[in-house]
């Protein structure tokens, strides 16, 4: 995850500076391609432009909206649709807020702009972040409306009131369109965020309530445009043999026979990236430009290409494993010390160690990545493209074009992404079509296959862990030693940043939310030798699988109830700081969000454990051949709890029959949407926990498509069943948060079917 | 040459013999409806009918097309303006949340329902088994199937 940059307040930016940052002159008011309106169908996304006609007046008091006479609401989304729905809940948050008629809402994708702020859509921050910009400026908007009608009137402010898209004259009982006051509104001051009235809950009408995804009659009549779908006039399709071993580059390759396909256009040598840090700059090899995509994949199999492997050629997974555990069992870098730390083992009645262990993963989103670029006659670039990160993009493709990464030099088209879990917001892809479209002369689509997804990847990472926890005479917790071996996301962007950074470490061991007296957690030095990157829940996914399976091996071994044994660990309710015992010159993030807008209260993690108790029943009788697991944890500032129900199959494959889950992410803005990414947060969890392995020999991945990479298909579906708390807090994450108790449930429940403790992933490989 | 429909528009097919239906539909007559997942047969994101049957396009070449086969793409599922029951079951049960899969997970569903208008539980897991979706709608397209075929 990137760090936050400070994001615009709405009402620090003038409508004036928001017309010259889109360099907007004359009759051109949108310079944003045109999504589709209401909820009528989706054209998809590729680069309309709406015109709207000269001297229209237009309310805009916020980067992400603008009203027009006829009272069409504009909101401009910044961030990106993979999925977790916020391409619909950021334009809720608006339109309620403004009382505006959803049917009249226009939807456009806000390209890469830095006027927009952040649009790094990744770390379950879309809502969270954006949620108070949204609401100020659909509050702003309606009081700028309701002060225009009321001077027009003659009457009070408070003699006025906007709903239902309309104003109204509390004492006339006229009532127009929002639309008639925009010209006057336009020419009012903008009033400061604190003078502003904001909606009470019962007074919602999108917020929490609900609204259906503004795609949907795109999606299911195929006419929605994903990254993968851009078809441009006169444009050429690529594909490219890149280096099997990362930092390898090209040797020797046939071009004389690539060409010979029909269809082949020309082979272009993509620049190499042999050295650490690899950053998102693509990996080199050699392109095939045709006519067509398969034409494309011909010509590449006939490359008969040859590389020189570099400095990775002997990474092999099974012989790192060990040098994971070495590391391990040397120490390593004391991130947190509470108490005595480790020391405080001593003081303990009976010490429980285990390892833990997880492999490599791989996103393997059901659309592989893509972009199509073209330049236009003036030298400046259009790339249409699906990375979670518009801005990223124009960063990482500027320096290979000889352009700036500026939205008039660079303007990225957003289209829909067909998954990502983290994957397209590394761009490289991105940059090799740039490249590729200036030698061609013409629009080229990079097209990445399977194969190319799954062996070209920022993998998550591979991780050893081993826990001592000591407990008292009371069988309860008064120490836990963590230390967790892995190469880090940092060394991607930085060659010397080698092991769990305190970032990593955060996310789920420096915020055990233990009660226990003595608490050390260690990160443990290791190499990176493939281009390691953040997967959906990140860090959280080995961490808090130990975590969670561990608090289940200490209570069992106890004959303690496990669900009790959580919340004698978890203690009183409370607020925890990290910040307090991490070591000097270290930092506690919090998911990039402050301790006092997203403390971590004790008294919510106990809530949903509780409830999700509740719906499951946990700790019935289970007969032989089935188990149940439960465990609970806050990530992304958001509280999951998670109940399994696992029975053992004639193959003596465990399969998850039902699962159970309680979600506290503060005020859920798109209710729906909440659940439905908890019910994909078990079955990615299930894919997790039961199939998910990247392996590498001689320096080159061995997995390459779903036969070798298997994933969740419909006959592992549990019965899926989610509770939202209903709180009174800021909106927190929700596409990561499900899946990590959802691993660890699942790592439980399956250790009971079997009667055999799982301690590494995936499951497949025990069985 | 070999005559065809697509969509009931007559298509005379050309080129590369080898070339999947897939990359034809896409590359050749633009239309993007159908998608590309994996190029081997695993994941059935680009599942068309040909005569009514689903197929996997990445595996179906233009070589193995006869004249007079129909191939029925998404695009072509809804009747004009009226949406199959299919993709209205899709819509009232709020299933896609990406999307890229379900263009191949509603054809391949239109096939099971239009050989099997009731289908058992175990008979939709069998024959929705080929299509992965990687965001897990898997409970809401059960769902949503059930739902048309106990109307």
């Known amino acids: 995850m990137n760090a936050v940059p400070p994001t615009l307040n709405a009402a620090q930016v003038s409508r004036r500076a928001v017309v010259r940052g889109l360099g907007i002159t004359g009759g051109l008011i949108l310079s944003a391609p045109l999504v589709g309106c209401g909820q009528k169908t989706s054209d998809g996304l590729k680069g309309q432009t709406a015109e709207t006609s000269a001297g229209d007046a237009k309310l805009d008091p916020s980067v992400y909206l603008q009203i027009d006479e006829e009272g069409t609401v504009h909101v401009f989304i910044h961030r990106v649709e993979m999925g977790q729905g916020s391409r619909t809940g950021l334009p809720m948050i608006i339109a309620d807020e403004l009382d505006a008629d959803w049917d009249r809402v226009n939807f456009i994708q806000g390209n890469g702009d830095p006027k927009y702020g952040d649009q790094n859509t990744d770390g379950s921050t879309s809502i969270r972040k954006f949620y108070e910009p949204f609401r100020i400026a659909g509050a702003t908007a309606r009081a700028m409306l309701e002060e225009a009608a009321a001077q027009e009137w003659g009457v009070a402010r408070s003699e006025v009131k906007l709903a239902d898209h309309k104003v109204t004259n509390l004492v006339s009982g006229e009532a127009k369109d929002m639309g008639a006051f925009v010209a006057a509104a336009a020419k009012l001051p903008v009033p400061a965020p604190e003078i502003l009235s904001f909606k009470t809950a019962d007074e919602r009408k999108y917020v929490g309530v609900g609204r259906k995804i503004i795609d949907m009659d795109g999606i299911i009549t195929g006419t929605a445009n994903f990254g993968q779908d851009v078809m441009l006039d006169g444009m050429l399709f690529a594909v490219a043999a890149r280096p099997p071993v990362v930092g390898g580059t090209v040797k020797s390759y046939d071009k004389d026979a690539a060409m010979a396909v029909s269809g082949v256009v020309d082979v272009v040598e993509l620049p190499a990236n042999a050295e650490k840090p690899y950053l998102f700059k693509p990996l080199g ?27 990775s050629a002997a990474y092999d997974t099974t012989a790192f494993e060990q040098q994971l555990w070495d590391s391990v069992s040397a120490g390593g870098r004391v991130a947190l010390k509470r108490g005595a730390g480790a020391d405080g083992l001593e003081q303990s009645a009976k010490v429980f160690e285990a390892d833990y262990f997880v492999p490599h993963l791989v996103h393997a989103p059901m659309e592989p990545p893509a972009a199509t670029a073209a330049f236009a006659e003036d030298g400046t670039l259009d790339i249409y493209t699906h990375g979670q990160d518009p801005q990223t993009v124009q960063q990482t493709v500027a320096p290979y074009v000889g352009l700036e990464p500026k939205p008039d030099q660079i303007r990225v088209h957003s289209q829909l992404l067909g998954g990502a879990f983290g994957r397209k917001s590394k761009p490289d892809f991105a940059a090799e079509a740039a490249i590729l479209a200036k030698v061609a002369g013409k629009p080229v689509k990079m097209v990445w296959t399977r194969e190319d997804d799954v062996r070209h990847s920022y993998y998550h990472t591979i991780a050893a862990q081993r826990v001592r926890v000591g407990v008292d005479d009371m069988g309860m917790v008064n120490a836990w030693h963590h230390r967790a071996a892995y190469p880090s996301i940092g060394e991607t962007f930085d060659a010397a940043a080698t092991g769990p950074s305190d970032f990593e470490l955060s ?130 500032v958001s509280y999951v709890a998670c109940a399994v129900e696992v029975s053992v199959t004639d193959s003596g494959m465990p399969k998850v029959d039902k699962a159970w889950i309680a979600i506290d992410c503060g005020l859920a803005v798109n209710p729906d949407r909440v659940k ?42 549990p019965v899926t069943e989610v509770h939202i708390m209903d709180v009174d807090a800021p909106p927190g994450g929700v596409g990561e948060p499900g899946v990590p108790p959802v691993v660890a449930a699942i790592a439980q429940a399956v250790s009971q079917a079997t009667g055999q403790r799982v301690r590494r992933l995936p499951i497949a490989d025990m069985i | 040459m070999t005559d065809i429909t697509i969509n009931g528009a007559e298509v005379s097919l050309s080129g590369d013999d080898d070339m999947p239906l897939l990359w034809y539909l896409r590359d050749i007559k633009g239309m993007t409806g159908t998608k590309y997942g994996c190029g081997a047969g695993l994941c059935g994101a680009c599942t068309v009918h040909v005569n009514g049957s689903a197929v996997r396009s990445c595996q179906t070449r233009i070589a193995d097309m006869q004249d007079g086969d129909a191939v029925k793409t998404i695009e072509a599922l809804a009747d004009g303006d009226t949406l199959h029951a299919l993709q209205q079951a899709w819509s009232d049960h709020d299933v896609p949340q990406c999307g890229y899969c379900q263009a191949g997970q509603l054809m391949q569903a239109a096939s099971l329902l239009a050989d099997n208008p009731n289908p058992s539980d175990e008979e939709i897991e069998n024959a929705m088994w080929g299509n992965i979706c990687r965001c897990g709608t898997y409970q809401r397209i059960k769902a949503a199937i059930r739902a048309v075929s106990n109307a």
């Open chain 1, 676 to 717: 439905a990414q908890m019910e994909g947060a078990v079955i990615f969890g299930i894919s997790i926990a039961m199939h998910g392995k990247v392996t590498a020999e001689d320096g080159r991945i061995v997995e390459s498509n779903y036969d070798r990479y298997p994933v969740a298909r419909i006959d592992e579906t």
């Open chain 1, 507 to 636: 996310l789920g061991l420096t915020d055990m939310p233990w009660q226990c007296e003595h608490l050390q957690v260690e990160a443990c030095d290791a190499p990176s030798h493939v281009r390691i990157g953040w997967l959906r829940s990140v860090a959280n996914i080995q961490q808090f699988f130990a975590v969670g399976s561990m608090v289940d091996e200490i209570a069992k071994a106890q004959n303690e109830d496990t669900y009790e044994y959580w919340m004698q660990l978890i203690g009183d309710d409370r607020v925890i700081n990290p910040a307090d015992d991490i070591a000097e010159g270290g930092v506690y993030p919090n998911y990039g969000e402050s301790a006092d807008r997203f403390p971590i209260e004790t008294a919510r993690l106990k809530a949903v454990l509780s409830q999700v108790k509740d719906m499951s029943q946990y700790g019935r009788t289970m007969p032989k051949g089935k188990g149940m697991g439960i465990a609970v944890h806050r990530s992304f």
């Open chain 1, 285 to 311: 090899g050699v392109a095939v430009l045709a006519t067509n995509t398969w034409a494309a994949m011909k010509g590449r199999d006939a490359l008969n290409i040859a590389f020189e492997n570099g400095n």
